[in-house]
């Protein structure tokens, strides 16, 4: 079956970029019409969709974050990575990629097919 797992580092000093990488297994991200995406969770606060990839490789991003965000694959490594410029201690999160069969921009609950996600922490 999919499995997704994140990976990146643990801690970033503000004004700095920001790289994850989601290494997907068991499916192509190229392949069927999937949504590879990016989601935070803030401590203590609800979910974030942060943008995807889509399998065709169009980008979608969310307004807040667009000026910051950058998503991209590689398709050799079926690999998908999220970039975010210029962060601050507002972007301690834990960050997951997740597979979605659709364009899903707003999170109650956890999308059910995600990584276990990775603790983010920005400071100084």
């Known amino acids: 079956q999919v499995q997704l797992q994140e990976s990146g580092p643990g801690l970033v000093k503000p004004s700095q970029t920001l790289s994850l990488t989601c290494t997907v297994s068991g499916g192509s991200i190229t392949t069927n019409n999937y949504y590879w995406t990016w989601i935070r969770q803030p401590p203590g606060k609800g979910l974030e969709w942060m943008g995807a990839?889509?399998?065709?490789?169009?980008?979608y991003y969310s307004p807040s974050l667009k000026s910051r965000t950058s998503i991209s694959r590689d398709t050799s490594k079926n690999q998908f990575t999220l970039q975010l410029s210029s962060v601050t201690p507002e972007d301690t999160a834990r960050y997951y990629c997740?597979?979605?069969?659709?364009?899903?921009?707003?999170?109650?609950?956890?999308?059910?097919?995600r990584g276990q996600g990775t603790r983010v922490t920005v400071s100084s």
């Open positions: 990839i889509a399998s065709s490789g169009d980008t």
């Open positions: 997740a597979r979605e069969v659709q364009l899903v921009r707003y999170y109650l609950s956890p999308p059910s097919l």
